[in-house]
């Protein structure tokens, strides 16, 4: 409540529950347990700039594990881990398949309303 962003519980894959705090210069883990709330800094100093650099110093297992992660996405081709400049969201329509349409690049230089309706509007007015 310090200038705090944010609470986080992480149960860690050696089954023990952490609480972490979130503030503007990274992540630490708190004295808050399962019955009280205390965001002050634990006494065993856990501390990093990231929140993967804090869980690599609360648990082994996911220090292990993250860097075996790591090894394995370096495997990869570039173009599978590069993120798209734009979302994607294929849940949000169904997809269609793309049709073959000769006249699409010219639907930009066609104006949307003919001379005819042009004249018709400023006779009107």
Known sequence: MLGDLFYLVVQTLEGNTV????????????????????PAPAEISCKGYTLVDTLKQVS??????????????????????????????????????????????????IPNSTSDEMSLGMMSS
């Open 60 to 109: 082994a297992l996911f220090n292990k594990n993250f860097a075996i992660i790591q090894k394995q996405s370096l495997k990869r081709n570039p173009y599978e881990v590069i993120p798209v400049p734009y979302p994607t969201f294929t849940w949000c329509k169904p997809e269609t398949k793309h049709t073959y349409d000769t006249l699409r690049a010219e639907e930009a230089y």
């Open 19 to 38: 609480h972490i705090t979130a503030v503007p210069s990274g992540f630490y883990v708190n004295k808050t347990t399962a019955t009280s709330f205390d």
